[in-house]
């Protein structure tokens, strides 16, 4: 399945509206409550029933002044080539929680970005472009 399509005035619509059915899948299941890590196992497995391409937990390095830096961030999924996807279970998504998806695109080859927060009742979405 290829589910590369872009639309100009929201980038990669299809994508991210089959990420974020999958993820009110496992919050209809799961509910709210649990720690991040128990979303992204549940996560997991609806991509993978589901036959999406995905990587999970991909390194990313970061420079500074064009020296590499010790240390890398990890998306916690990068779905379909084109969106990170970082999964929350909190209060509620900061705005620092926006600014470090911004610099996680830059970082990247993507251009939108979803937070996704399991943490209330509701799923909590945010969607981020560059």
């Known amino acids: 399945m290829d589910y590369k399509i872009k639309q100009d005035n929201f980038p990669y619509k ?3 509206d089959l990420i ?3 993820a009110i899948d496992v919050h209809k299941d799961l509910g709210c409550g649990f720690l991040e890590i128990i979303y992204k196992d549940a996560l997991y497995i609806e ?3 589901r036959g999406y391409r995905y990587e999970r937990e991909k390194r990313y390095p970061v420079y500074y002044k064009d020296i590499l830096l010790p240390h890398s961030f990890y998306a ?3 779905i379909f080539d084109t969106g990170i996807l970082e999964i929350k ?3 509620g998504i900061a705005n620092e ?3 470090q998806k911004i610099n996680y695109l830059k970082c990247s080859d993507c251009t939108v970005g979803l ?3 399991f943490s209330k009742p509701t799923l909590e979405i ?3 472009v560059l």
């Open 89 to 91: 279970a909190k209060s």
């Open 115 to 117: 937070i996704l927060n």
């Open 126 to 128: 945010r969607r981020v």
């Open 20 to 22: 974020i059915n999958a």
């Open 97 to 99: 929680d926006l600014a």
């Open 47 to 49: 991509l993978e029933s």
């Open 14 to 16: 299809i994508e991210t």
């Open 76 to 78: 916690d999924f990068i």
